[in-house]
């Protein structure tokens, strides 16, 4: 089993930035696939980011790229989320999700374990 905690989440204004992390446990961080998904009030889950098992390809979704930034320290069994020129827009729980596949894939079904979530709420 694994066992995801997230954290940095909290209350920044329009503009700045935040460092989101999930510390991983329970098994190989290696040998997991890891992905960031987010959820507004009152919409879906979306995907966000995803980082291969090395950490050697990431996918982005077309809403936030080139302000994201998915990355893995696999000696710490970490994988960061690093959000700059936040915007009201992403106000939301944020999600980290392990998968034992190794395709990068932006479907939330094919990953197996998730956080709890972090909230990030961003005020105008």
């Known amino acids: 089993q694994v066992q995801l905690v997230e954290s940095g989440g909290g209350l920044v204004q329009a503009g700045g930035s935040l460092r989101l992390s999930c510390a991983a446990s329970?098994?190989?961080?290696?040998?997991?696939?890891m992905g960031w998904f987010r959820q507004a009030p009152g919409k879906e889950r979306e995907f966000v980011a995803a980082?291969?098992?090395?950490?050697?390809?990431?996918r982005y979704s077309d809403s936030v790229k080139g302000r994201l930034t998915i990355s893995r320290d696999n000696a710490k069994n970490t994988v960061y989320l690093q959000i700059n020129s936040l915007n009201p827009e992403d106000t939301g729980v944020y999600y980290c999700?392990?998968?034992?596949?190794?395709?990068?894939?932006?479907?939330?079904?094919?990953?197996?374990?998730w956080g709890q979530g972090t909230q990030v709420t961003v005020s105008s």
């Open positions: 980082i291969t098992r090395g950490g050697g390809n990431t």
């Open positions: 329970g098994r190989t961080f290696s040998s997991l696939l």
């Open positions: 999700a392990a998968r034992l596949g190794i395709a990068l894939t932006s479907l939330p079904r094919e990953y197996d374990y």
